[in-house]
């Protein structure tokens, strides 16, 4: 149970285009959704948490103009990378916040040219 | 969510035992102690998580201290498929928890 879907599982877009990466709760409604980036040889960080029907929150450093987060039904949750930048290329990973213990999607690595 | 310690690599020789400590002195009463890991490239996989017993279930032990201060997650019979990074981290165990991760220990499975 509990399993998360995240797509794609790896994506490379040129320099000012926009990416978005899905997150989907395959066997449970998720009204929270923790989204992370891992830069590489680095631990993961916490970016934004999305919550169903409302806005989502974003941790300090975090652009919420860049990272548009979407939670608009209880099954998936989006993060779309805007005007994407080399800097942005990273391993993003969701998880949903409505299960203890966190179960994790398999991560987007997006790579930016 | 309380901090923690963890060395930044250990070795471990396929078949033994793999011990991963792991240190969480300002934990409080009702923070529960996670063990994740994640392989290369993948998501963090959830391996087990204890309050205050020890705990085993099919992919590890959890041994927790009485103080509750320091833990060791055991791989009884490591495999090579068990070379990752190793997360500990104490949190709430409540729904809405976001987990905040260390750097965690490298585990390296020698054959």
């Known amino acids: 149970g509990a399993v998360v879907s995240q797509h794609p599982s790896w994506v490379i877009c040129k320099s000012g285009t926009s990416v978005k990466i899905e997150c989907r709760s395959l066997?449970?409604?998720?009204?929270?959704m923790f989204w992370y980036r891992q830069f590489p040889k680095q631990s993961l960080m916490l970016m934004a948490t999305?919550?169903?029907?409302?806005?989502?929150?974003?941790e300090q450093g975090v652009e919420k103009d860049k990272f548009l987060i979407n939670h608009a039904s209880l099954t998936l949750s989006t993060l779309t990378v805007t005007s994407a930048h080399p800097e942005d290329s990273s391993f993003y990973i969701c998880t949903s916040g409505d299960n203890s213990p966190l179960h994790f999607g398999n991560g987007t690595r997006l790579t930016v040219t | 969510d309380a901090k923690t310690t963890q060395p930044p690599s250990m070795d471990c020789a396929e078949g033994r035992a793999a011990n991963l400590p792991c240190n969480h002195s300002t934990i409080s009463g009702n923070e529960y102690v996670y063990w994740y890991r994640q392989i290369h490239s993948q998501g963090p996989q959830y391996i087990i998580h204890?309050?205050?017993n020890n705990e085993t279930n099919e992919m590890a032990s959890l041994i927790i201290t009485e103080d509750r201060k320091s833990s060791t997650l055991i791989l009884p019979h490591a495999t090579l498929r068990d070379t990752a990074v190793y997360y500990c981290i104490v949190s709430l165990r409540f729904g809405n928890e976001k987990l905040t991760f260390g750097t965690g220990t490298r585990l390296t499975i020698i054959p």
């Open positions: 066997d449970f409604q998720a009204t929270t």
């Open positions: 204890g309050l205050k």
């Open positions: 999305s919550n169903e029907g409302s806005k989502a929150t974003y």
